[in-house]
């Protein structure tokens, strides 16, 4: 009967183990629906174009822990506009070479803001308003999502300005729950055993 319960308590926690791996996701809290007028970065984007409903102003959450990846997509932009992480410059639409890279990230807000140059300004995830110097969504999967800039140009509402692709995917379990899981799934072949014998 214990050796039941263990094993019982061993499929559970695979089960439990499993189920919180394949949880990392993107969600989008608020946010104002916008049709996309004049979109045209360079080199472009096949699932974003003139004419795309996107969310304006809304703010980008991971479900759970997970690993992002970011891919600069491209720019169309008179202003010097950079991408930042967790207080890191990683993207500019003025200079290169712009490499994908992956974080570690934990559940919440990402930490992610545009900024943008001559007039300078800032804008962070989930704390844009309006339509200048400010930050749309759009999620095409679960798992990814585009944030598109508008700066401050007062001269367009095209969100072309610098445009990136998150992608994320589970943060794999660490070597040891494997064999903890294993350890313990040994463990109910050796009761299933017994009581068969």
Request: aromatic share 10%.
């Amino acid at each position: 009967m214990k050796l039941r319960l263990i094993a019982g308590a061993a499929l559970a926690a695979a089960l439990g183990l499993a189920s919180a791996v394949q949880a990392a996701t993107f969600t989008i809290a608020g946010g104002d629906p916008f049709a996309l007028a004049g979109y045209d970065p360079a080199p472009g984007t096949p699932d974003i174009s003139s004419g795309t409903s996107v969310l304006r102003n809304g703010a980008l959450s991971l479900a759970d822990k997970g690993r992002v990846t970011f891919s600069y997509v491209g720019s169309e932009a008179g202003y010097s506009n950079t991408f930042w992480v967790a207080g890191a410059q990683r993207f500019a639409n003025k200079s290169g070479p712009n490499e994908a890279f992956t974080l570690k990230l934990g559940a919440g807000l990402l930490p992610f803001e545009f900024r943008t140059a001559s007039p300078a300004g800032t804008v962070a995830n989930g704390a844009s308003t309006g339509f200048y110097k400010s930050v749309a969504l759009f999620q095409t999967a679960p798992s990814t999502v585009y944030a598109l800039f508008n700066d401050a140009s007062t001269s367009d509402k095209d969100y072309d300005d610098l445009v990136v692709r998150m992608d994320v995917a589970p943060v794999p379990l660490p070597a040891a729950a494997w064999l903890m899981i294993a350890g313990l799934a040994g463990l109910g072949a050796v009761a299933r055993r017994r009581r068969a014998a």
